[in-house]
């Protein structure tokens, strides 16, 4: 028998199998993917991490400090709720972990950044508002994989030692609650499957499994790989109606089941309408997982359309606010928009999420980064493949051959060539002299006012119109599935709770499936590299609480 069972082999169950195993405690790690799928979807993340006052801002000359970091964080959190006493408590703690001994302790254990730290997510209305008030993200050299291998390697130790057991393909059905306490967990054995990790799985059911420990930590993600699940949480209130389409961001297996599972147990799900979902995806030209998005992290220099060819206004600037700007694209009752670019633009400013779209910041080698991205011309390698490849991608020499392309794509909703130019025009006639009131050009100068997005995120202004810029290019931008913002109620330990507040005796809770922490510490924005961080912090409190 088990002291401790993790549900979920994702990066949140690593770090908490890994603490619990450095307690003494013996842990059963179940997943209902196979041993390939381990680290889950932290593996396919740049590896982003939130940090605050950091050896890597500081020699870039950015002052950050803790007050600056909580000050932005509950700016964009604004927790309303009462529910939302955990959520800021979990957030007052990561804040302080972020500033405090997340770097030191991370270092300890392999991971070292990239020196550029990167601004994203960063508002653009007012300084008490949401965004990041100066760059805080922090790319781990080998991304997502760099991030999940030190915990992988803690986990595999502990398994050698005999502190830890694994059980791939053993899908959890049902929690085992006695005289109100979680016990154990049951389930379904699946056959194996050696499909390449992130791809689907088959759910032959060969057996089933009944398993007891004193504690069951669930870190099994979120509900971004059901669409239909997303759409029934879809706070339409907030952000009008919900897609018919989008693209995955995630595999199918982050289907929200097990948190469906620990709710009908007698859990509180708390904050389940509060997500987070991309604006700029593109489909996949070789995908991995059904319907395979992935997400444009943009310079601040690309013209952006919505679906009626509105120019979009300030703070819905690329890379300022994300579900801002998404309500403002559904706002036009469609739900895709349009970036439009040039050669200099994509080749400076592009960047694809994803470990698998960055080889070189995965790779862990300055040789490779420096070949990929200085010494080759053109853009980054993957941008050039979905450049070429891409069915959102159009590339001509021309206006008048560019909207043409946009509209072959998009009969239904054609946008007007002389539309178009008259305002990339008006925009071109902004960047003659140092003078503006055009916001987005503003924006750039200050942009490149910041030594590391001059260096390698921002193009140097110039008119989309101008030949030697160009070609010209169009992307049209679908809505991505991501991250679920709420999830299963905890309390800073990540003890789950039920609706009433009463702690949940034996049920603990890690990662996405609990909001990353508290049941929703983001509140309704998230700053970036919160996720990653979020699995981390709320990963090792579950750990050391069981």
């Known amino acids: 028998m088990a002291d401790v069972i993790v549900v979920g082999a994702g990066l949140a169950g690593l770090v908490a199998a890994s603490e619990a195993a450095a307690r003494g405690r013996k842990v059963l790690l179940l997943d209902q993917e196979g041993e390939q799928s381990l ?10 991490l939130f940090m605050v006052d950091t050896p890597e801002q500081r020699r870039m000359g950015i002052k950050d400090s803790p007050a600056l970091a909580l000050g932005d964080w509950m700016g964009s959190a604004q927790f309303d ?18 500033a405090g001994e997340m770097r030191g302790w991370l270092k300890s254990l392999g991971m070292r950044w990239f020196p550029v730290v990167g ?13 990041n008030s100066v760059p805080r993200f922090h790319i781990t050299w080998g991304t997502g994989p760099g991030v999940v291998a030190p915990f992988e390697r803690l986990v595999r130790q502990a398994a050698e030692a005999g502190q830890v057991r694994f059980g791939f393909r053993h899908k959890a059905t049902g929690l085992i609650v006695e005289n109100g306490a979680v016990k154990g967990v049951r389930g379904d054995v699946l056959a194996e499957d050696g499909a390449e990790r992130g791809r689907s799985t088959n759910r032959e059911v060969v057996g089933d499994f009944e398993h007891r420990a004193e504690a069951v930590i669930v870190t099994t993600g979120g509900i971004g790989g059901d669409h239909d699940m997303v759409r029934h949480y879809w706070p339409e209130d907030r952000l009008g109606p919900a897609p018919k389409r989008m693209v995955a961001g995630v595999p199918d297996y982050v289907d929200g089941q097990m948190q469906r599972v620990a709710e009908s147990a007698g859990a509180g799900l708390i904050n389940g309408d509060r997500m987070w979902h991309y ?68 080749e400076k400013e592009f960047a694809l999420s994803g470990s698998e779209q960055n080889p070189d910041f995965t790779s862990g080698k300055w040789s490779e980064v420096i070949r990929g991205r200085v010494l080759k011309k053109g853009a980054p390698g993957p941008v050039e493949a979905f450049k070429d490849h891409g069915e959102d991608f159009v590339v001509a020499d021309t206006l008048e051959a560019l909207v043409a392309g946009m509209n072959k794509i998009t009969p239904d909703v054609p946008v007007a060539l002389d539309h178009i130019r008259a305002q990339i025009e ?7 002299n140092p003078f503006a009131k055009d916001a987005q050009v503003t924006a750039i100068r200050g942009a490149r006012a910041y030594r590391g997005d001059r260096l390698i995120r921002t193009a140097k202004p110039h008119r989309i119109l101008d030949p030697e810029a160009g070609p010209l290019i169009a992307v049209r931008l679908n809505i991505l599935t991501r991250k679920s913002l709420g999830g299963l109620h905890t309390d800073e330990t990540g003890q789950v709770l039920r609706p009433d507040g009463r702690p949940f005796e034996g049920l603990f809770a890690a990662g996405e499936v609990a909001g990353f922490g508290g049941g929703g510490y983001h509140g309704y924005n998230a700053l970036e590299g919160t996720f990653l961080g979020g699995c981390i912090f709320s990963g090792r409190a579950a750990g050391r609480a069981v």
């Not at 680290?39 to 982003?48: D, E, T, V």
């Not at 120019?311 to 009752?333: C, K, N, S, V, Y």
């Not at 008006?426 to 003659?432: G, T």
Request: charged content about 20%; overall charge negative.
């Open 39 to 48: 680290g889950g979807q932290a593996f396919w993340s740049l590896g982003g």
């Open 81 to 98: 709720r009462p529910e939302d006493a955990n959520p800021r408590k979990v957030a007052e703690a990561y804040v302080d972990f972020a």
């Open 119 to 131: 601004w994203a997510e960063r508002g653009g209305e007012m300084a008490h508002g949401h965004g």
């Open 279 to 346: 604006t700029e995806g593109v489909a996949n030209w070789d995908p991995i997982w059904p319907n395979h998005g992935i997400r444009i992290l943009p310079g601040p220099s690309s013209m952006w359309f919505d679906a009626i060819g509105e120019r979009m206004e300030a703070p819905f600037l690329p890379g300022f606010d994300t579900l801002g700007t998404l309500r403002r694209i559904l706002a036009t009752g469609h739900e895709h928009s349009w970036f439009v670019l040039t050669q200099k633009i994509i």
């Open 426 to 432: 008006a925009r071109d006639a902004q960047i003659e």
